[in-house]
Structure formats: C-alpha cells, structure tokens
C-alpha cells in the first residue's frame, strides 16, 4: 500500500479504503518469484465471494477488455471518447488512480460517486472470507458490481498485472479483446523477457472473439500472439500504425507523442471491431471529434500558465507524464527529440525531473533519456515507503550518467528550482509522482 493510494477526503471512506489496500489474500506467491507480495493466479476463494455478490461479471453490458504494458489507459479513454461522441454509455475500469481511489471507476460516463463507493464497499467487505481476498480481487468485484446494476452500452475493462490470471479475466465472452505495445515491467511477476509477458497478456485472448494487437517491434512478441489465436481460434487483427488505413482519422487524437497515434489506432480498430457485432451507428467523423476530445490525465499532459507557475515560475513549458518504464521512456525521448526537431530555430533546452520507485529499472527508464536532455533533477516522494528518496535516487542516476543531477525533496520544492524562459520540463517516472503533482496543482 502507498500512502497516496488511501487519500480522501472523506475520512471514513479513506478508513474503509485503508482496508482494502492492506489486503494480500494471506499469499506471496507468483508466477515467477517466490519473493513477490501479490498472489497472481484466479482463485477459488474469488469466485466464491464473487457468487455471494450475485455473480455481476455474469451480468455486464458488452465488454472491451485491454491488456498491454504501455498505453492501456489511453487506448480505453480513445474508445470512450470515440463511444462517447456517438452518444453510448460507458462503464470504466481503470489503475491505478492519481488522486483519488473514484478515478478508477467510471459509471455510465461519471466518476463513482462517495457515497456510491461507500455503499459497494461496505456491501463487499460484508462477504464471507473477504480478507482473503487481494486488493485487486476485492476492488475488481465491486467493479463489477456497480457495473452489474447501472444500464450502459459498453464496459471498458483494463487488466491490472498480465493477463492470463489477472483476476478481470472472468469475462466468458467479451466483445472485443485489444492488446497494446509490450514492453519490460513488473518482471517479477511475469516473466523476465519479451515472449514471456506477451504470453500472459495474450491469455486475454478468447475463443472467437475479435482481438486487436498493436504491432510489436519484437518478432517473438508477434509470434506469441500469433499462435494464441491460432490455437484458440480466434480473428487477430494487427494495427500497424506505418499502414494504417485511416491515418488521418487516428492523427486528430488529442493526446500528445507518435506513440498516442498508435494506441489510437489499436482504440479506433476495436470501435470498429464493436460496431460490427453490437451496430451503433458508426460515423466517422463522430470518431474523428471524439478522438480530438479525448482526455487522460499525466500522459504527455501539458501544463496550463496559471497552474505551471504554481509549480515552476519561470520555465517555458511544463510536461507531466506518468511513464516510468523503459518503453515509456523511449517513447518520451522520442517526444523531446520530435520537439527538438520542430524549433530548430530556437534551441530548447529540456530538464527532467525524475521520481521513481525502488522497484523499478532506473537504467532502463534513465538511459533513453541522456541523449536529449539538458539538465537532471531527481525528485523525491515523501511517505512512500517504496519509493526513492532524492539523495538515493541521484546516486544511484549519477553510476549511469556523468551529467550532473540535482535533487529536490518533494513537489513543494519545484518553485525554487531556477528555470529559463526557453526551458521545456518534463516530469515523469511513476504515476505517484504524478499523481502528487496534480494534487499540488489542486486539480
């Protein structure tokens, strides 16, 4: 549990999220680790409370399920947005969440509300045998449980970890199954390369059931998924953004960075993919407006003047991006080098502010930034018991790059940091991170 996990305002609502948080199932088994503190596999004792509820997976509108290591939650708010623009319904799943537990659950097009939150989760934790139960179990029920008894057109379920036993993987039959870009993260609990992680993500895949994958650079990746719909069988289908049958519609995307352009791609194939099963009336440029609105917050997120000088005064532009992994920050370096590239009459200067937690791949995430940035500041994340302090982080970045790097204590500090006009400043790392910023910002 991270301290900003259980934050509310609401204090008996933040006691009963506490509960929730803590929970670990009595396990710390997984599929490759003995070592790992969450309990990976679809367990009996999770049907069971599940049944007491009423069995609501059993009872949901049609659904879109998403795994993938990058881009899942762009992918799903593309889709709602394009669903939205045609005038549909939609019930959301999403994690983890940047401010508040709510975030993660969308009821017909509005975040729960508290006292709607409240209600599910006492109704939860009044099961038989809920402690032993995960967090993830526990909160994916009441997903479905709130989902089970509010009308909507379409469910737009992510995975949490993997795939394969990731406990959202009780859908029998669900619309559509997409699968965005893989890349190396939580290694621990899936597998230490490339074919073994797409392996898990692949287990969403289902008998006669569309899937759409995004185009992998790894031939091992595509061979995986490949075979998985062969033997099942089911209908793939791979979105290749360089062949793209309708760039231009995917290019309208709101979300900043090429590799937005992609999870568009996968987002718009899987719309229509769902037309074709369940006719809504798909209209092209109804898609086209929704994807320009599309919103998800601290992915290549740009800071407006009032609330960037809040946080650093005198810079040029802020950046906020939850990516804290090495594909993330491939596709982030690409972002400043492609801005780079647009003013090469005026040279940007790019800084970036990074915080991590210690369990992640400080090489992997550092290294495909060096080549385009100026300037280093790690960050730290106070009451997060699991991530680096600034003084820890900065040593451990200055074994991997000679660049000189600064420290800062937490966000409070960034507006004494001194910033040119001319200076671009991207902070990424971690969602927390992230999620600490909005909250300074008072979003």
């Not at 507006?415 to 992230?434: H, K, M, N, Q, T």
Request: proline content about 5%; some cysteine.
């Amino acid at each position: 549990m991270h301290q900003s996990d259980i934050q509310h305002s609401k204090n008996s609502l933040r006691e009963k999220l506490e509960r929730l948080f803590t929970m670990r199932g009595g396990a710390a088994t997984a599929l490759n680790s003995p070592h790992a503190k969450i309990d990976l596999t679809i367990r009996p004792v999770y049907f069971d409370v599940l049944k007491a509820l009423g069995d609501p997976h059993l009872h949901l509108p049609p659904v879109i399920h998403v795994a993938g290591t990058n881009g899942k939650g762009s992918v799903i708010a593309m889709m709602r947005a394009m669903f939205e623009a045609h005038d549909l319904k939609i019930h959301q799943y999403t994690s983890p969440h940047l401010i508040k537990f709510n975030e993660r659950i969308v009821l017909a097009g509005r975040e729960i509300n508290d006292d709607e939150l409240e209600l599910l989760i006492d109704e939860v934790l009044a099961v038989q045998n809920i402690d032993q139960l995960t967090f993830f179990e526990a909160t994916t029920a009441l997903a479905f449980l709130a989902f089970s008894r509010v009308p909507a057109d379409v469910v737009l379920l992510e995975t949490g970890l993997g795939g394969r036993l990731d406990c959202t993987n009780i859908v029998p039959k669900p619309a559509v199954s997409a699968i965005t870009k893989i890349g190396l993260d939580h290694t621990e609990f899936l597998g230490s390369t490339l074919p073994l992680i797409a392996f898990e993500k692949a287990g969403i895949m289902k008998e006669n059931v569309p899937c759409i994958v995004m185009k992998q650079s790894s031939a091992g990746v595509m061979d995986v998924f490949e075979k998985r719909a062969q033997d099942l069988p089911c209908p793939l289908l791979i979105a290749d953004y360089s062949s793209a049958r309708d760039g231009a519609l995917v290019s309208a995307a709101s979300l900043q960075g090429a590799h937005q352009r992609q999870n568009a791609l996968v987002a718009h194939e899987a719309v229509l993919c769902f037309q074709k099963q369940h006719d809504f009336g798909y209209d092209r440029e109804k898609a086209m407006s929704g994807l320009a609105k599309a919103r998800w917050p601290a992915r290549l997120q740009k800071l407006t003047r009032g609330q960037k000088d809040l946080l650093i005064p005198k810079c040029g532009v802020v950046w906020l991006d939850g990516g804290h992994n090495e594909d993330a920050a491939k596709a982030l370096a690409a972002q400043i080098k492609s801005w780079k590239a647009q003013s090469a009459d005026t040279p940007l200067s790019v800084t970036l502010i990074a915080g991590l937690m210690r369990k992640k791949d400080i090489k992997g995430f550092l290294n495909p930034f060096l080549p385009e940035i100026d300037r280093l500041i790690a960050i730290g994340m106070p009451d997060e018991r699991d991530a680096y302090n600034a003084p820890d982080l900065a040593a451990a970045m200055a074994c991997i790059t000679d660049m000189p790097v600064e420290t800062v204590d937490d966000v409070a500090q960034l507006p004494a940091l001194f910033c040119r006009p001319d200076e671009v400043v991207l902070i990424a790392g971690s969602f927390y991170l992230a999620g600490r910023v909005l909250s300074y910002l008072k979003f």
